[in-house]
């Protein structure tokens, strides 16, 4: 089993930058992928980004140049850089975990951001 918590959700003007982390803890793999999806109101749950054990990151197109994706391996962590934020970035983000691609996923409890025009 593992668990994800998040932090660094709230309220910020459109422009402004917010800082998520996702802790993971358990029966962590050797290798594996963490990342962050989004949830607005209405509409299904996408990704954002993610990162592998081996540094590779991948981006949704909407945030690409606004937000970084990063990695604490030794902590288990991972981290999501927004920058620019926009009222359309306004969602529930979900941390998630998968130690292979055939794995299922683990998911965060989710944290709030709310950007205002």
């Known amino acids: 089993q593992v668990q994800l918590v998040e932090s660094g959700g709230g309220l910020v003007h459109a422009g402004g930058s917010l800082r998520l982390s996702c802790a993971a803890s358990g029966t962590i793999a050797s290798f594996y992928t963490m990342g962050w999806h989004r949830q607005a109101p209405g509409e299904q749950r996408d990704l954002v980004a993610a990162t592998t054990d081996g540094g590779t990151t991948n981006y949704a197109d909407s945030v690409k140049g606004r937000f970084t994706i990063s990695r604490d391996s030794a902590k288990n962590t991972v981290y999501l850089q927004m920058n620019s934020l926009k009222p359309e970035d306004t969602a529930v983000y979900f941390c998630?975990?998968?130690?292979?691609?055939?794995?299922?996923?683990?998911w965060g409890t989710g944290t709030l951001v709310t950007v205002s025009s």
């Open positions: 998630y975990y998968r130690a292979g691609v055939s794995a299922r996923y683990y």
